[in-house]
C-alpha cells in the first residue's frame, strides 16, 4: 500500500512538472513574445475544459463499470506528452505558428484533464477515512514540489544559461519539461499495481449512468461541496492561471523574480498541502476548508490594493500556505461523501465543477482585458484591469 502511495503521489510531482512550466512559460511566450492578448490563453482554457466537460461523463462510467484506473490514466498519459511534446518543438522551431501552438496546446490541456479523471480516484484504493487528507495532501505535497522543480530545472534555459537549439528565451523551458515529466511518470505507470476490477452487470451500469445526477442532488453534502468548489476553484484558478501575467503586466518584473516569487508560493503550497491535511484528519475536513476560504477572502482584496510589490511578496508568500490545502482537502471530502459505487462519476463530477469555473473566471478576466484595451493601453488601464479582475 505505501509503495502505491508512493508511486501514486510521484505521478503528480511528473505531471505538475509539465504544467506549471506551461502555464508559466507557454503563457508568457504567446502573450508577451509572441504579442498575443491575454485572452488568447484563456481561450484555450476554455476549450479545453468544455471538450472535457462533454466527454467526462462517458470515461467516468467506463471507469464505474470496470472499477480500473490505471489504463486509461496509462493512454492519456502517452496522448498528453506526445501533444505536449508538439507544443513545444513548435515554439522552438517554428514560432511564427502560434495559432497552431494555441491549438495542439488546448488538446494537450484537454488530455492533462482527463488523466486526473482516472488518477484521483486512486485515493479511495489508496486510503481510509481515518487518513483520506493526509494521504492526498501527500500527493498535493509532490504536485508542489514537482512545480517547483519544474521551475528550477527550466529557469537556466530560460535565462540563456543553457541553450540546446531553436528560438531563445521562454520556448526553451518547454521541451525539458515534456522530458523529465515523462521520465517521473514512468515508475508510476510501469510500477503501480492496481487491485484487479470488478465487472458490473450491464442493467446496473445504465442504471447509474441514469442516475448518477440524481444520486449527487439527494447527497446534500456532496452537493453542496461541489456546488461550493464551483466558486472557489474558480477564483483560485483563474489567479494562479493568470499570476505569470498579472506580475509582467502590473509589475513589470524579470522573468528570474517571477521565477523565484512563484517558487516560494510554491514551496509553501507543499508545506501547507502536508500539513493542513494531516490536521484535517484530526480537527475535521469541512471545518479546516473553512478556515481556508476566510483566509483567501480576505487575501484577495489585499492583493488587489497592494500598495507595492514588495506587499505584492509578502502576500503571495502567505497566501501559499493556504493555497494548496484547498485541493488537499476538498478531494478527501469527495472521497469522503462518494457513494462507492459511482466513485468515479463523483470525481469527475468534482472536476466538471472546476472545469465550469474555468469559464467564468477567465472570461471576466478577459472582458475585463478587452474593456482595458480598447479604452486605451496605458498603465493605469492595464491596473485597473487587474484589480477589477481580482
Not at 507557454?26 to 479545453?48: E, H, K, Y
Not at 484558478?237 to 508560493?265: C, M, R, W
Not at 476538498?330 to 472546476?354: C, H, K, N, Q, T
Request: proline share 4%.
Amino acid at each position: 500500500m505505501k509503495k502505491n502511495i508512493y508511486l501514486w503521489a510521484l505521478y503528480d510531482f511528473a505531471n505538475s512538472i509539465l504544467s506549471i512550466t506551461f502555464l508559466f512559460y507557454f503563457s508568457q511566450w504567446l502573450v508577451v513574445d509572441s504579442g498575443r492578448p491575454d485572452w488568447w490563453f484563456n481561450v484555450a482554457l476554455i476549450v479545453s475544459s468544455l471538450l472535457f466537460i462533454l466527454s467526462a461523463p462517458i470515461a467516468a462510467r467506463h471507469i464505474d463499470r470496470t472499477g480500473r484506473k490505471l489504463p486509461g490514466l496509462r493512454v492519456t498519459s502517452a496522448v498528453l506528452f506526445i501533444l505536449y511534446l508538439m507544443v513545444a518543438c513548435v515554439t522552438i522551431f517554428w514560432p511564427i505558428h502560434v495559432v497552431v501552438a494555441v491549438v495542439v496546446y488546448t488538446f494537450a490541456l484537454y488530455f492533462y484533464l482527463m488523466s486526473f479523471l482516472y488518477y484521483t480516484p486512486m485515493l479511495n484504493d489508496l486510503s481510509t477515512h481515518e487518513n483520506r487528507s493526509h494521504v492526498s495532501g501527500i500527493g498535493g505535497a509532490a504536485n508542489y514540489l514537482g512545480q517547483v522543480t519544474g521551475l528550477l530545472a527550466t529557469l537556466p534555459f530560460v535565462t540563456g544559461a543553457i541553450y540546446f537549439f531553436g528560438a531563445h528565451g521562454r520556448a526553451q523551458a518547454l521541451l525539458p519539461a515534456v522530458i523529465l515529466s515523462a521520465l517521473f511518470a514512468l515508475p508510476t505507470l510501469i510500477m503501480y499495481r492496481e487491485e484487479g476490477g470488478h465487472q458490473r452487470p450491464v442493467s446496473e451500469v445504465q442504471r447509474t449512468v441514469v442516475s448518477t445526477m440524481k444520486s449527487v442532488f439527494a447527497n446534500r453534502n456532496l452537493l453542496l461541496l461541489l456546488v461550493g468548489y464551483f466558486f472557489f476553484s474558480d477564483a483560485l484558478l483563474t489567479f494562479s492561471n493568470n499570476f505569470p501575467i498579472y506580475l509582467q503586466k502590473v509589475h513589470e518584473v524579470g522573468d528570474s523574480i517571477k521565477a523565484y516569487l512563484t517558487l516560494s508560493i510554491l514551496f509553501f503550497s507543499g508545506i501547507g498541502a502536508f500539513i493542513f491535511g494531516k490536521l484535517a484528519d484530526k480537527k475535521g475536513k469541512k471545518r479546516v476548508l473553512s478556515w481556508l476560504l476566510i483566509a483567501w477572502c480576505v487575501f484577495f482584496p489585499l492583493l488587489a490594493f497592494a500598495p507595492s510589490f514588495s506587499f505584492v511578496v509578502v502576500l503571495c508568500v502567505v497566501a501559499g500556505i493556504m493555497f494548496g490545502p484547498v485541493w488537499a482537502v476538498s478531494r478527501a471530502m469527495v472521497s469522503d461523501y462518494a457513494p462507492r459505487e459511482i466513485e468515479a462519476s463523483s470525481f469527475g463530477l468534482y472536476v466538471i465543477a472546476e472545469r465550469f469555473a474555468t469559464f467564468i473566471g477567465p472570461i471576466v478576466w478577459g472582458a475585463s482585458a478587452l474593456n482595458s484595451y480598447s479604452r486605451s493601453v496605458t498603465g493605469r488601464n492595464v491596473y485597473e484591469h487587474f484589480k477589477f479582475s481580482l
